[in-house]
């Protein structure tokens, strides 16, 4: 708990927000923010919901930019999986493609409520990890906003966690929402 300029006891997001209030205020034009492109990963779930709403809120109290990215997948096969035709795998890209765009749209549409630009990047044929990394660096973004259902102990090490991915091989800062 920190304590603002009137005594009031605040949260740290709180108490982080009133301090970018209060430089974003002020006279001199000398406040540089720290972060000037933010990277909003989404998958286009409620959970994700909860990290755009985060990023577009620090992006807008930031003045920075924002691209939003959604990574698909690539066409889903195994060992035991039949070989797939060119007409399944290309219904599959079709439909990867409109969800995405439906996706990104949502973002954007939020982005625009606020009144910030938002660029859309749908990363194709990518893990989510490797796709959202790949993003921010070709769209020169300085940190990522990313969601995490924060999976413990076996589910983690059934399903991962694409989130930790991030944050082990990104060489930016990473923002995770849960």
């Not at 430089?23 to 989404?42: C, E, G, Q, W």
């Not at 606020?114 to 769209?139: F, W, Y």
């Not at 906003?145 to 999976?151: E, F």
Request: contains cysteine; glycine residues 6%; positive net charge.
């Amino acid at each position: 708990m920190f304590a603002n300029e009137t005594g009031c006891r605040l949260k740290y997001r709180d108490a982080l927000l009133v301090d970018l209030k209060l430089a974003l205020s002020s006279s001199d034009n000398r406040y540089n923010p720290m972060f000037k492109h933010v990277l909003i990963a989404t998958d286009g779930s409620e959970l994700a919901q909860n990290a755009v709403t985060h990023g577009l809120a620090l992006a807008k109290a930031l003045a920075a930019k924002v691209t939003a990215v959604t990574v698909t997948d690539i066409y889903p096969t195994g060992p035991y999986a039949p070989i797939p035709l060119p007409s399944m795998i290309e219904r599959y890209e079709a439909a990867a493609a409109l969800t995405a765009a439906n996706i990104l749209s949502s973002v954007s549409d939020a982005a625009t409520k606020l009144g910030i630009d938002c660029a859309r990047i749908h990363v194709k044929d990518q893990t989510p990890a490797e796709g959202i990394l790949d993003a921010a660096q070709q769209s020169g973004c300085d940190l990522i906003v990313i969601a995490s259902h924060g999976r413990r102990g076996m589910m983690r090490l059934l399903l991962g966690s694409q989130a930790q991915k991030v944050v082990t091989l990104s060489t930016l800062p990473v923002l995770i929402c849960r």
